[in-house]
């Protein structure tokens, strides 16, 4: 009588502890231990509070760039990074009501961002190629915003990757982060990327707009394309 709620219990282990497996980055930013995940990370970072005393990274604007440890991934499997972070900038989603139009064309390449490379089992980087020729970069992650917002990417990693490595590029401006976080992405349940556009206005991920699309946040709050004039 009692091998029944054993073997409940037994099963909702199984299916957290598989649940874990599935996210394979989750940094909080709660104290300097945090810091051990990046490549050699120099001065610019520091471990402080904003925003209502909230704990995260602090990364000045005199940083170049600064490298996550890599990270192993499987080839052609699909996943999502979050990366909730603020950026001190003058150009930002408070102050700009054309951002969206400017990401959709620049790819947000001109804006602080989070980085994504894939490498092969050589450390050679490695990319989807189109046509057998035409390499096919992942778009990076804008960060552009004033106040902490979660910005999402999702992606399938290349046929050749081992690892992946993030970077962050402030491009002269202080940032905080306060979590990154990559997964496997399950909940989606489609072979496209952002099906939906459940992450926002600001995340473009799997969409490549022509020159006059867009993403446009209606009235009731759903994030739908907007295509033309």
């Not at 925003?51 to 604007?61: G, T």
């Not at 989603?93 to 980085?115: H, M, P, W, Y």
């Amino acid at each position: 009588m009692k091998s029944i709620p054993l073997l409940a219990g037994l099963c909702l282990l199984l299916s957290f502890a598989s649940a874990n497996a599935q996210t394979l980055l989750n940094i909080p930013f709660d104290n300097n231990d945090d810091l051990k995940h990046f490549v050699s990370p120099g001065p610019g970072l520091s471990i402080g509070t904003a925003f209502e005393q909230q704990r995260c990274l602090i990364v000045a604007s005199d940083v170049d760039a600064q490298a996550l440890a890599p990270i192993e991934v499987q080839p052609v499997q699909k996943y999502k990074l979050t990366v909730r972070a603020a950026v001190d900038d003058t150009d930002t989603v408070e102050t700009n009501d054309r951002l969206t139009e400017i990401l959709a064309k620049n790819r947000g390449k001109s804006f602080a961002a989070c980085e994504l490379t894939f490498f092969d089992d050589g450390g050679k980087e490695s990319t989807f190629l189109l046509y057998g020729k035409t390499r096919m970069e992942t778009d990076s992650v804008p960060i552009v915003s004033r106040q902490l917002h979660d910005f999402v990417t999702v992606f399938y990693a290349p046929p050749n990757a081992k690892t992946l490595q993030l970077k962050l590029l402030p491009r002269k401006r202080k940032l905080w982060i306060d979590c990154i976080v990559l997964e496997q992405e399950k909940s989606e349940a489609t072979e496209n990327c952002n099906p939906d556009f459940r992450y926002g206005n600001f995340n473009l991920s799997g969409w490549d707009a022509d020159s006059e699309g867009r993403l446009y946040a209606r009235a009731d709050g759903k994030t739908v394309l907007k295509c033309g004039n």
